[in-house]
């Protein structure tokens, strides 16, 4: 089994500034991936950047990036450069070799001037 | 490439009925998974199909039931509604080998009245 815990329900950030989103995970397979999704108000999921559990390098995708903690199995989401366009809901989910995502609770993020 | 395509985008329906919501992948993907999303338990696996076949199924009763056809397109049938199917029903495609990322689509909305 797999779950995925976000304990931030909440964010707020000035325009410009960064945030980082808290995300832990448990998974007993070896083989697997992290992601982040972005669901704004059109309720779209949008992936935001992905992490493949056996690479030590964190992704970066432009102004997102992500800090990997194997062995503490944390994968929190960094946003710099906030813009207001980045209001979302953010969910972290895990995979393993089955094609089934295993999502967190959310944290919804508020991005303001 | 487009993106997945869901139908209907909106649906209201009664207790008692069944309904069945349409899901069209990104061109060459041959895998289908759907999802629920609810307020109170948020997003649910609900089943996988790879290749016409169901590859992955989540913790929902038999009145969720999916196929998918040939064309890699998929349908989702839910029978005797309840109140509590009342949510957003995603569905998310991906190429179907390794833990790729899913690509989701704008989802529908189904209200149970």
């Known amino acids: 089994a797999q779950t995925v815990t976000q304990s931030q329900p909440e964010m707020s950030v000035q325009e410009a500034e960064t945030v980082t989103l808290s995300c832990t995970y448990d998974?007993?397979?070896?083989?697997?991936?992290l992601f982040w999704y972005k669901q704004p108000p059109s309720r779209q999921m949008i992936l935001v950047i992905r992490q493949e559990a056996y690479k030590q390098q964190n992704a970066t995708e432009n102004r997102f990036s992500v800090n990997f903690q194997k062995a503490a199995k944390s994968f929190s989401l960094k946003i710099s450069d906030s813009q207001l366009g980045d209001t979302a809901m953010y969910f972290c989910a895990v995979t393993g070799t089955a094609s089934k995502l295993t999502f967190g609770t959310g944290t919804r993020l508020q991005v303001t001037l | 490439k487009a993106g997945v395509t869901q139908t209907p985008r909106y649906l209201i329906k009664t207790r008692g009925q069944q309904v069945t919501l349409s899901c069209s992948p990104i061109?060459?993907?041959?895998?289908v998974s759907w999802y629920q999303q609810t307020p109170g338990q948020g997003l649910q696996f609900l089943f996988e199909y790879f290749s016409e076949t169901q590859r992955n199924k989540g913790n929902f009763p038999g009145r969720f039931s999916g196929r998918q056809f040939s064309n890699s397109r998929s349908e989702m049938n839910v029978s005797t509604l309840e109140l509590g199917d009342s949510a957003l029903y995603l569905c998310?495609?991906?190429?179907?080998?390794?833990?790729?990322?899913?690509?989701f689509g704008p989802g529908t909305r189904l209200t149970v009245l």
């Open positions: 061109s060459g993907h041959r895998s």
């Open positions: 998974t007993s397979e070896n083989n697997y991936y």
């Open positions: 998310a495609s991906s190429l179907g080998w390794e833990p790729h990322e899913q690509f």
